[in-house]
């Protein structure tokens, strides 16, 4: 039984929602904005279900006022969002747009004006597609072309916001983008996915010394999504296959940006897939971090083959063998997931025993996708408010046991694009009618406010 008395968190604990531009934005061709790989991908058919692309959105681009107006209502402390990359710079490189900057600029101006402490990150996946045209993550030039934009945010933003964010989840990207193909740009070689994972991390060195060379004082991390890998249910996985998910999915990101390696075991089993990282990289790669993103959603369930399975393998993990997922559990979010509080917990103590040099924890993603109507006016969401409740709990252990954690964001403000799954994925706070486009808060985000105001579960 879960304990579910009153717990606190530590004063100047910071609350906040996260969001992304393409799965918010809408406007996607406006104000000179360039296209992405995901504007790419969604007009492919057979990519996105039902056909949905990110063309309106939460039409947010054109609601910037009134979103943040909600935010505040909602007591949110700070707002965790990306830029889209194409949007300040239609190709990727070169030629600035105005219009584009000008729109974050607005909004950080509006996030302050409310007291809402902004947390911007530079890449959530959509690459512009004039990059994509010359290699995307695949070359090496993407890399310092990506340092250029870091450079020109700091510059023209950096002197309202200090907290940024290189990569969201450079493992997705370079995985589910360049392996299975189940996101943009869609590719299925995993070469491609295992040079894309390395560019990644290069371009997010280079871009934290672009952008220290440009200000001092910007309190500058990257996103990982880090989750345990466990066995459950027969037959059993054999453990060195464990070990290397454990390896693509957590210890490359970690060892590579704490401790300036790549996990030995798994260049071993990569071998010339890993051929992109040259002399001197990881030094790049390593640069001092002011603070580090963690998203969590659950833990890796996973079993060995049985006659039934196909050995084609499991994609996202190129050169594992004898593995596949756990069947989905009877309790599960509508994305299929487990619900695995006690993960959370497990995963931030381990990496703060293994990573003696970890620097400050922010939580920039939690939540969970449930699919409950507004019905006269109110949206009712027990099962969310649940699943935070656990997760908030499971924070405040890790913290207890001696985590630095400063802050956590809510993962959606309102429900969006969720990527290859379309709009029937609702993961908000807030319910949007993506006919009308109508938002409204569901309980969870009364609840929510409430444990900000109290800093902590009454
Ligand atoms: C994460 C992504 C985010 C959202 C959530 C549900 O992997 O960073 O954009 O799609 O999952």
């Known amino acids: 039984m879960t304990d579910r008395s009153a717990i606190q968190f530590p004063d100047g604990f910071l609350w906040g929602a996260a969001t992304a531009s393409y799965q918010i934005e809408g406007a996607a061709l406006e104000g000179g904005r360039g296209k992405s790989v995901w504007d790419t991908f969604s007009h492919t058919e057979g990519k996105v279900a039902k056909g949905h692309t990110g063309d309106v959105a939460c039409d947010h681009y054109h609601r910037l006022d009134d979103d943040v107006a909600m935010m505040a209502d909602l007591g949110l402390q700070s707002y965790r969002f990306s830029i889209s990359w194409s949007r300040v710079m239609p190709d990727g490189r070169g030629a600035v747009n105005a219009v584009g900057l000008a729109f974050y600029q607005r909004l950080v ?191 890796i369930l996973v079993r060995g083959l049985t006659a039934d399975d196909s050995a084609d393998g499991w994609l996202e993990y ?56 507004v019905v006269d006016g109110r949206c009712a969401d027990p099962r969310r408010i649940e699943y935070l409740d656990l997760h908030l709990r499971a924070l405040r252990d890790a913290m207890q046991q001696g985590v630095d954690v400063r802050g956590y964001y809510q993962w959606s403000l309102m429900d969006n694009f969720e990527w290859a799954l379309g709009y029937d994925k609702r993961f908000g706070l807030v319910h949007v009618d993506f006919d009308t486009l109508e938002r409204t808060p569901r309980d969870s985000a009364f609840w929510y406010r409430d444990v900000i105001a109290h800093n902590g579960i009454r």
């Open 318 to 373: 190129p050169t594992v063998t004898g593995v596949t997922e756990a069947p989905t559990r009877e309790v599960h979010t509508d994305m299929g997931w487990p619900i695995t509080p006690e993960g959370f917990t497990a995963l931030l103590v381990r990496l703060h025993t293994d990573y003696p040099n970890l620097p400050p924890i922010h939580i920039t993603e939690n939540g969970c996708a449930y699919d409950d109507p």
């Open 109 to 299: 101006d509006r996030l302050l004006e409310h007291g809402i402490t902004p947390c911007p990150t530079l890449f959530h996946w959509d690459l512009p597609q004039g990059l994509e045209d010359i290699g995307g993550f695949r070359s090496r030039d993407t890399v310092s072309w990506f340092g250029d934009y870091a450079a020109l945010m700091a510059r023209e933003l950096g002197d309202r916001v200090s907290m940024w964010s290189t990569f969201n989840e450079p493992w997705c990207y370079a995985y589910l983008g360049h392996a299975s193909g189940r996101h943009a740009p869609g590719l299925t070689d995993p070469a491609a996915a295992v040079a894309v994972a390395h560019h990644e991390l290069l371009a997010h060195g280079l871009a934290l010394r672009a952008m220290r060379a440009e200000r001092s004082g910007l309190q500058l991390g990257i996103v990982i999504n880090p989750s345990n890998v466990r066995q459950e249910g027969t037959p059993t996985a054999p453990p060195e296959q464990v070990r290397l998910i454990d390896a693509i999915h957590n210890r490359w990101w970690f060892d590579a940006t704490l401790r300036g390696e790549y996990p030995a075991d798994l260049l071993a089993s990569y071998g010339p897939l890993a051929d992109a990282i040259q002399p001197g990289d990881l030094e790049v790669i390593a640069q001092p971090l002011d603070w580090l993103g963690i998203n969590y959603y659950f833990d």
